[in-house]
């Protein structure tokens, strides 16, 4: 985790009062579970085991994983006031962002995917459908790239599709080549078998997968394997350090 990334505390999502509460106070939260309707409760309990579960992927205590997801700090009363709006659209942020993170596995990615689906949401108006439809399963976007790890590149390609307008990109040059879904760091990563930095048990297979296909299925993504390839020989003719610049 780059000391940027943690200094980038993001500013305070109202709709996320009600975790900011139950993750913050836990010696109050019982009592004010006790008070809630039984459908207040199941909410609450919902957001509850989301957060519960990104502690334990980000390694994040509650207050941390609190102020990265932008919580702002809720009194009781606040909490008493709440409505069960509040409740459900917090339930439902915390849900599709577990279900994200449930394709990645270090903790740096997960955190990295914290905060920038923050950002996603401020940039879709605070609309999580938005937010849900901008991680298409199409070749080419955000749910794939997340898929092999590539957070920063989802998070890129999500944006795109939930604010076209931001980007105004001179044509690509390279636009027509068969595009690498793998960044060179990772591709490296991959060629020197140093697969914890890319998540050990399910995201290092899936790069393989994806780069060599599936015996007897698919055959794999040639873009990928050719840019790996290139990367093997460099590294093979050249034990220097590697610079990250990008293939192409
Ligand atoms: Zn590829």
New binding site residues.
């Given amino acids: 985790m780059t000391d940027a990334l943690l200094d980038a505390i993001p500013a305070p999502l109202p709709d996320l009062e009600p975790v900011g509460f139950l993750l913050r106070d836990s010696s109050l939260r019982g009592r004010l579970l006790s008070e809630l309707t039984s459908e207040e409760a199941f909410f609450a309990n919902t957001i509850l085991n989301h957060a519960e579960r990104l502690e334990a992927s980000t390694g994040w205590d509650g207050d941390t994983l609190a102020e990265y997801l932008g919580c702002p700090v809720a009194t009781i009363k606040d909490f008493r006031d709440l409505g069960m709006e509040r409740l459900t659209i917090s339930s439902q942020y915390l849900e599709l962002l577990w279900k994200l993170t449930g394709l990645i596995e270090t903790a740096f990615d997960v955190r990295t995917l914290v905060l920038g689906y923050g950002h996603l949401y401020r940039r879709a108006e605070n609309d999580i459908t938005r937010v849900e439809e901008s991680f298409t399963e199409d070749p080419g976007g955000a749910y794939e790239s997340l898929e092999?790890g590539e957070v920063q590149t989802a998070l890129d390609i999500a944006l795109r599709v939930i604010d076209p307008k931001g980007f105004r990109e001179p044509r690509n040059p390279f636009a027509d080549q068969p595009?690498?879904?793998?960044s060179t760091t990772r591709l490296d990563a991959l060629i020197k078998g140093d697969l914890e930095v890319l998540g050990k048990a399910v995201v290092a297979p899936r790069m393989r997968e994806?780069?060599y296909g599936l015996p007897d299925h698919s055959e794999g993504?040639?873009?990928?394997?050719d840019a790996l390839e290139y990367r093997r020989a460099r590294i093979a003719e050249d034990g220097r350090a590697i610079n990250s610049q990008v293939l192409h």
């Fill in positions: 092999l595009r690498v879904h793998i994806h780069i993504c040639e873009a990928c394997r």
